[in-house]
């Protein structure tokens, strides 16, 4: 879509530029699971595994550059299509799998007048 700067004078900014074959086409698929133990009132565990896999396909026309009527581009560049749009298209297609695992040690600790908490944590993850 044209920034609004780039709008060829008298079209509104509510304009959309945009082909009947755009589409986007998603899908996105998560697990997860939480495992914890609490030892006693002041120390736990807590194993967090997470799979997730996710691929989007999309296609789309868009407006890009406007040439005013003196041959210029916003940036001031000049271009030879005067009073005119030049439009794109792009397309793309992702996908991927991302494994994640979360061990926290969660603690407190009373060291004189002061309570501690403290958490230590480990995080590995792996995206493809």
């Not at 589409?23 to 997730?52: A, C, P, Q, W």
């Not at 940036?75 to 030049?86: I, M």
């Not at 979360?102 to 009373?110: A, Q, Y």
């Amino acid at each position: 879509m044209l920034a609004y700067y780039d709008l060829p004078k008298g079209v509104s900014i509510k304009t959309a530029y945009a082909h009947p074959d755009d589409y986007v086409k998603g899908n996105f698929n998560s697990l997860r699971s939480v495992m914890g133990y609490e030892f006693d009132h002041t120390r736990s565990i807590k194993l967090t595994n997470m799979y997730r896999k996710a691929n989007q396909n999309f296609d789309h026309f868009y407006a890009g550059n406007y040439c005013n009527l003196d041959g210029k581009l916003s940036n001031g560049n000049l271009c030879n299509y005067k009073g005119k749009l030049k439009f794109r298209r792009s397309w793309q297609e992702t996908w991927n799998k991302t494994y994640s695992n979360t061990l926290d040690l969660v603690g407190k600790f009373d060291t004189s007048s002061i309570i501690d908490d403290m958490l230590i944590g480990v995080e590995y993850n792996i995206e493809k």
